[in-house]
């Protein structure tokens, strides 16, 4: 298949495609209104529609880590989500795709794996889940998180400031702040005071993205002026959730459930010691899921 080849698969009530390239959703249409909810990669805002990053989420400080006396270099988010899949099932309903790692890969990331990227569609939700098997021989370092956009606003004639996100409990919150470089810094600020709703004002993302390292809540809803929800993200089991928008103009929020953080700007770069690191036995395997659910 071609890099950039998409697949579709649909039922009565949604569709969804996502590409062979970083097995990336692409498009989430509501069938009964033709209404496409993903972001368009629209490069002049965001270059992407979704990216699963793996196996680092953020920034690395230096841009470096330390593994066994060796030091290697890594960008921002990890690599996955600019690699080919291949594509493992297909039927009306369902997709799965499935990446092994290679010797380019071990240049970076000196632990082997194996991740499947699976999509379910189940009446008006859209179910995404991730296998990450280690298939070497030592215990494996990594983070894992989503990164999908989503088109705000929705409606002709509306603006992003019309919506709002409400989570489903109340919730005493902070957001992690990031310094100039990206990293995570000491300070938090507070964003909700045992209130479950975030505005989407015009600076809300001024400071880049909004980080939670704790919440109640296991969903958050993309609601109107009119107090009708538009989508519901379950990200049960995630340990972090981040928000994210490009800027005061940008057409679009992202929900990026999370295993795992930027490095702190204190960081020693050792990854064992990262925040929020995930670790895997040798032959072990980590599982995880997400859920979209949109409301006509």
């Given at each position: 298949?071609?890099r950039?080849?998409?697949i579709?698969?649909?039922?009565?009530?949604i569709?969804?495609?996502?590409?062979?390239?970083?097995?990336k959703?692409?498009?989430?249409?509501?069938?009964?209104?033709?209404t496409?909810?993903l972001w368009n990669?629209?490069p002049?805002?965001?270059?992407?529609?979704?990216c699963?990053?793996?196996?680092?989420?953020?920034?690395?400080?230096?841009?470096?880590?330390?593994?066994?006396?060796?030091?290697?270099?890594?960008?921002?988010?990890?690599f996955?989500?600019?690699r080919e899949f291949?594509?493992?099932?297909?039927?009306?309903?369902?997709?799965?795709?499935?990446?092994?790692?290679?010797?380019?890969d071990?240049?970076v990331y000196?632990f082997p794996?194996?991740?499947?990227?699976?999509?379910?569609?189940?009446?008006?939700?859209?179910e995404?889940?991730?296998?990450?098997?280690?298939?070497g021989?030592?215990?494996?370092?990594?983070?894992?998180g989503?990164?999908?956009?989503f088109?705000?606003?929705?409606?002709?004639d509306?603006?992003?400031?019309?919506?709002?996100?409400?989570?489903?409990?109340?919730?005493e919150?902070?957001?992690?702040?990031?310094d100039?470089?990206?990293l995570?810094?000491?300070?938090?600020?507070?964003?909700?005071?045992?209130?479950?709703?975030?505005?989407?004002?015009?600076?809300l993302?001024?400071?880049?993205?909004l980080?939670?390292?704790?919440?109640?809540?296991?969903?958050?809803?993309?609601v109107?002026?009119?107090?009708?929800?538009?989508?519901?993200?379950?990200?049960?089991?995630?340990?972090?959730l981040?928000?994210?928008?490009?800027d005061?103009?940008?057409?679009?929020?992202?929900?990026?459930?999370?295993?795992?953080?930027a490095?702190y700007?204190?960081?020693?770069?050792?990854?064992?010691?990262?925040?929020g690191?995930?670790?895997?036995?040798s032959?072990?395997?980590?599982?995880?899921?997400?859920?979209v659910?949109?409301?006509?």
């Amino acid at each position: 298949m071609k890099r950039n080849e998409t697949i579709e698969i649909a039922n009565a009530h949604i569709s969804v495609t996502a590409k062979i390239r970083g097995a990336k959703c692409c498009s989430l249409i509501d069938l009964s209104t033709s209404t496409e909810f993903l972001w368009n990669a629209d490069p002049q805002y965001w270059g992407r529609h979704s990216c699963i990053l793996f196996p680092f989420i953020g920034k690395l400080k230096g841009g470096q880590y330390h593994i066994n006396g060796t030091t290697y270099h890594s960008g921002q988010h990890g690599f996955l989500r600019d690699r080919e899949f291949v594509l493992s099932h297909q039927d009306d309903h369902s997709l799965s795709f499935r990446y092994q790692s290679d010797e380019r890969d071990l240049e970076v990331y000196p632990f082997p794996f194996m991740v499947d990227i699976n999509y379910n569609i189940i009446g008006s939700t859209v179910e995404i889940s991730y296998i990450i098997k280690n298939v070497g021989d030592q215990t494996m370092y990594f983070s894992l998180g989503a990164h999908p956009g989503f088109t705000c606003p929705v409606g002709p004639d509306k603006k992003r400031s019309d919506y709002r996100l409400v989570f489903n409990k109340s919730e005493e919150a902070y957001t992690l702040r990031l310094d100039d470089s990206g990293l995570i810094a000491s300070q938090k600020d507070l964003i909700l005071n045992y209130y479950r709703t975030i505005p989407i004002m015009d600076h809300l993302f001024d400071n880049d993205a909004l980080i939670f390292d704790k919440l109640d809540s296991n969903q958050i809803s993309l609601v109107d002026g009119e107090d009708c929800k538009i989508w519901t993200f379950d990200f049960s089991g995630f340990t972090h959730l981040g928000i994210w928008s490009k800027d005061r103009e940008a057409p679009f929020v992202c929900i990026e459930p999370c295993y795992g953080l930027a490095d702190y700007n204190d960081h020693d770069q050792y990854l064992k010691d990262k925040k929020g690191i995930l670790s895997l036995k040798s032959r072990d395997t980590f599982e995880a899921k997400h859920t979209v659910t949109v409301h006509s």
